[in-house]
């Protein structure tokens, strides 16, 4: 009866690091030296997603040149590998899982369902492969449907009209609220359909926005979860499968859920950027706010307090509160906190301003003077030291414009961008009461309970509140998650009991910020429907619901 000793490999692989995804790969290939076969994710030796990488030809070339090292090395005792890397054929580029054993290509299956929708857009790429048939490997007869594959039910059925015992299903799979449940039962449709236990292996880490959970797990043909990997760790599972009895159970490591996930989404995608773009660590303004403290703790969390720097740029509006709320920040968190008053700037500017602002009353823009000489300052800091500026504004503001374009806008990444204000409160209360499992910061509170209380304001008048030009969040969120995530028309949001003129209102608001969010720092994608990769929207449109 046909039998297989598998080790899925849960990797991190960085962008286009080919020698160092292969000598992670022939790393974990030592460490399962007595399985028979070694599983990595999709794309796993170039990363994923490539985007337009991989249609540089010398890419593609030294990824074939490594994919041969990688062959060469299976003629020494271990396990076969299963890698992802690119392929060519006479019809195009492919997206390819390549099989090595013995020290050669033993076959390459290539991915036949290209997703194009969402964040996914493989068809620009990549041509679909041919239905794949079963890859030969030690006497048992592999399935290789390639992460879209498994999402819908042609390719698996046809693997199981062509013998396969087994599906062995690479994943670059990105996390957002809600996707394990929906990869569970996808996985479980195709054992029912096909009769064949699966295996779903998934990488982990940050890529740009998007950030993957891992969550690797093993299934029999019952639908029953045999063994499940943790999520967002890389590391190194080993299973035991027969033809007879699928696989024995395993290890099973439950998945986060609620906040938890959601704030490790945000600390695994800032800890990723900030290295793999070599920035010694961020810095930040902290202004006694929830957006920048909450922003501040997952910074620390993610890279340590030794890499995070906090700077208060306070105005004449600044409160005795506000600074006295950062200062307890700061020292709760552990991280250096530099005040840098703004007025001398606000002033100057002024100055140079008054001959041709004449006899114009203040408004808006003093308002953006303030928001605008903060982020002069901290690049400035960021440019002499090396520090990337972390944006720290949230989706809710990002959604109808009420951010400073050039202003607090400003910044090499956003760890709130697609993290209504709703859900900020709830990640900040959660995270003053647990410490992350993955967090490098302190255990207890990480901010005083009053940045939880006191009325969101951005202080750049007398008394101002963010209420006095937008609705309450616990309104406007809602609003903003039935026109952005579910693309419903104002008069259906309103039928759900919100106000007409409250919710044009925001529509209008919404189109018109999209020349503010073209412009806006790459962020981490926890949502269906993130600014970005997500939601792509025309600046100049005319089309209103409203």
């Not at 760890?415 to 302190?442: E, I, M, S």
């Not at 949001?493 to 189109?511: D, K, M, P």
Request: proline share 7%.
């Amino acid at each position: 009866m046909p039998r297989l000793s598998i080790a899925a490999f849960q990797s991190n692989p960085a962008m286009g690091d080919l020698a160092g995804n292969a000598a992670a790969i022939l790393e974990a290939r030592a460490r399962a030296r007595d399985c028979d076969l070694l599983v990595t994710p999709e794309l796993s030796l170039i990363g994923y997603p490539p985007e337009d990488l991989v249609l540089k030809p010398a890419l593609v070339e030294a990824a074939e040149a490594e994919l041969a090292r990688l062959a060469a090395a299976t003629a020494t005792p271990g396990p076969g590998l299963l890698v992802g890397t690119t392929h060519r054929t006479p019809q195009g580029l492919h997206n390819g899982y390549a099989l090595l054993d013995s020290g050669r290509v033993v076959a390459v299956s290539t991915k036949h369902d290209l997703p194009n929708y969402g964040v996914f857009d493989e068809k620009r790429v990549f041509e679909p492969g041919r239905l794949p048939d079963p890859v030969h490997f030690r006497g048992v007869k592999l399935g290789l449907p390639i992460c879209e594959d498994m999402w819908t039910a042609p390719v698996c059925r046809h693997l199981a009209r062509m013998g396969a015992e087994i599906l062995l299903v690479p994943n670059g799979s990105p996390y957002e609220i809600g996707k394990e449940e929906r990869r569970l039962a996808l996985a479980r449709a195709r054992v029912r359909e096909t009769g064949l236990a699966l295996l779903y292996v998934n990488r982990t880490g940050g890529q740009d926005e998007l950030v993957f959970d891992g969550g690797s797990f093993a299934l029999n043909a019952d639908g029953q979860v045999m063994a499940r990997m943790a999520d967002w760790d890389e590391g190194l599972a080993r299973l035991e499968w027969s033809q007879e009895a699928g696989f024995a159970p395993g290890e099973i490591h439950l998945p986060d859920r609620g906040p938890e996930e959601i704030y490790h989404a945000m600390l695994v995608g800032l800890r990723d950027y900030v290295a793999r773009n070599h920035f010694p660590g961020v810095v930040l303004g902290l202004s006694g706010g929830i957006d920048s403290a909450l922003s501040a703790a997952i910074a620390v969390d993610a890279l340590g307090s030794d890499r995070v720097w906090c700077v208060m740029l306070p105005s004449r509006f600044t409160s005795a509160e506000s600074r006295e709320d950062a200062e307890a920040c700061a020292r709760l968190l552990g991280v250096p906190l530099d005040t840098i008053g703004i007025e001398p700037g606000v002033a100057a500017l002024e100055a140079m301003l008054a001959p041709h602002f004449g006899n114009h009353p203040p408004d808006l823009t003093q308002e953006n003077l303030q928001s605008r000489l903060r982020m002069v300052t901290l690049m400035a800091l960021s440019n002499r030291f090396g520090h990337m500026l972390l944006t720290t504004g949230n989706k809710s503001e990002l959604s109808v414009g009420y951010a400073t374009l050039y202003g607090d806008m400003a910044g090499g990444y956003s760890v709130l961008k697609d993290a209504y204000k709703t859900t900020v409160f709830q990640l900040a209360r959660w995270r003053n009461a647990h410490r992350p499992r993955l967090g490098l910061g302190p255990e207890g509170p990480v901010m005083p309970e009053r940045v939880l209380l006191k009325p969101p304001t951005a202080e750049l008048r007398e008394n101002q509140k963010d209420e006095d030009s937008l609705p309450p969040y616990e309104i406007l969120d809602p609003i903003l998650e039935g026109l952005v995530e579910e693309e419903l028309s104002a008069a259906e949001v309103s039928a759900r009991g919100f106000e007409w003129e409250t919710v044009a209102r925001i529509e209008r608001l919404l189109y018109t910020a999209e020349y503010k969010r073209r412009q806006a720092p790459p962020g981490v994608k926890i949502g269906p429907r993130n600014f970005g990769r997500d939601r792509r929207y025309p600046i100049s449109n005319a089309f209103r619901t409203s």
